[in-house]
Nanobody, 121 residues
Framework: QVQLVQSGGGLVQTGGSLRLSCAAS????????LYWYRQAPGKQRELVAT???????IYANSVKGRFTISRDNAETTAYLQMNTLEPEDTAVYYC???????????????WGQGTQVTVSS
């Protein structure tokens, strides 16, 4: 059993900041990478940020310079620090972990439940 539990969503004004968390729990051998996605109504799900097991980070151009993805010391929790928020950032944000449950088994993607982020003017 593997679970990704998200927290930190909410309502914020334009220019404000918000910090999202994604905690992985259960039987996990190794997390290969952690991702943040977002999906606005009527739009396809968009990859926002990636952090690999080596610590490499990748960002979508739309959030580069404003958002920061990170991990805790145990590398079981992912964070997304969102600064200088804009109404265009309004969406449901999802975390995803690509992980291996036991050695020698193939990796698999696990998704968080999603959390609403609303940026108002």
């Amino acid at each position: 059993q593997v679970q990704l539990v998200q927290s930190g969503g909410g309502l914020v004004q334009t220019g404000g900041s918000l910090r999202l968390s994604c905690a992985a729990s259960g039987s996990i051998f190794r997390i290969n990478a952690l991702y943040w996605y977002r999906q606005a109504p009527g739009k396809q799900r968009e990859l926002v940020a990636t952090i690999t097991s080596s610590g490499r980070t990748i960002y979508a151009n739309s959030v580069k310079g404003r958002f920061t993805i990170s991990r805790d010391n145990a590398e079981t929790t992912a964070y997304l620090q969102m600064n200088t928020l804009e109404p265009e950032d309004t969406a449901v944000y999802y975390c995803k972990a690509n992980l291996i449950r036991t050695p020698g088994t193939p990796p698999y993607d696990y998704w968080g439940q999603g959390t609403q982020v609303t940026v108002s003017s």
